[in-house]
């Protein structure tokens, strides 16, 4: 079975531009979260969404927004990016929150 | 508050050698799950571990072996006889048990050399 897949592998982009990440979840997961890595920390979580609604919302700024589509892929889309954008993005798909997340690659996105 | 503590930010090792990983949480939730995952240089987190609130037991799993310690808010990592392999960054994160959001430490850079 495929694992999580997100796409594109590497984006550059110009400040004051928008930005949609994709990821597919592993086939029968319905929860999708995600992540942005600065290099040098941790993850910091940025959404979640279980069954096409929106169940956690992290400490990011509105510029930041994601659905879940029927299929339960997910789209993160960044609005008016800034050079602090620049990170890791990281999507994790589970069966259920209760057991382990499996993270994707990552989407590393470059802010110019 | 929840907080993950990774105290080590970067520890190197020859190969062989033990080599164990800390970490300090902090929750007042009483049902909780701690998890260590690892980040190769390609990026991917890969899960090793997860241990809920109400088991204390002490798991190892081949070369790997974890201690969770509630006294003491710590859930530590041990590699035994160290490879090259090893070489990554290494996360404890936390999650409470009424959300599906991770919280992560800083992170571990281990280094095994040859």
């Known amino acids: 079975d495929a694992g999580v897949t997100q796409s594109p592998t590497h984006l550059i982009k110009t400040r004051g531009q928008h930005v949609t990440l994709r990821c597919s979840p592993i086939?029968?997961?319905?929860?999708v979260s995600w992540y942005q890595q600065v290099l040098g920390q941790g993850p910091q979580f940025i959404f979640q969404?279980?069954?096409?609604?929106?169940?956690g919302r992290g400490n990011f700024p509105d510029r930041f927004s994601a659905r879940q589509f029927p299929n339960y892929s997910s789209e993160l889309n960044v609005n008016a990016l800034l050079l602090g954008d620049s990170a890791l993005y990281l999507c994790?798909?589970?069966?259920?929150?209760?057991?382990?997340?499996?993270f994707g690659s990552g989407t590393r996105l470059t802010v110019v | 508050a929840q907080k993950v503590t990774q105290a080590q930010t970067e520890i190197s090792v020859v190969e062989k050698e033990d080599v164990t990983l800390d970490c300090v949480y902090e929750?007042?939730?009483?049902?909780?799950?701690l998890f260590w995952y690892k980040q190769p240089p390609s990026g991917e987190l890969v899960f090793l571990i997860r241990?809920?609130?109400?088991?204390?037991q002490n798991e190892i799993s081949g070369r790997y072996s974890w201690n969770f310690q509630k006294s003491t808010s710590s859930f530590n990592f041990t590699i035994t006889a160290s490879q090259v392999v090893d070489s990554a960054v290494y996360f404890c994160?936390?999650?409470?048990?009424?959300?599906?959001?991770?919280?992560f430490g800083t992170g571990t850079r281990l280094q095994v050399f040859p």
């Open positions: 929750t007042r939730d009483t049902t909780y799950y």
């Open positions: 241990r809920n609130s109400f088991d204390e």
């Open positions: 086939s029968g997961h319905k929860s």
């Open positions: 969404y279980y069954e096409k609604e929106e169940r």
């Open positions: 994790a798909s589970s069966w259920q929150g209760n057991y382990g997340y499996t």
């Open positions: 994160a936390l999650r409470r048990g009424n959300t599906d959001k991770l919280i």
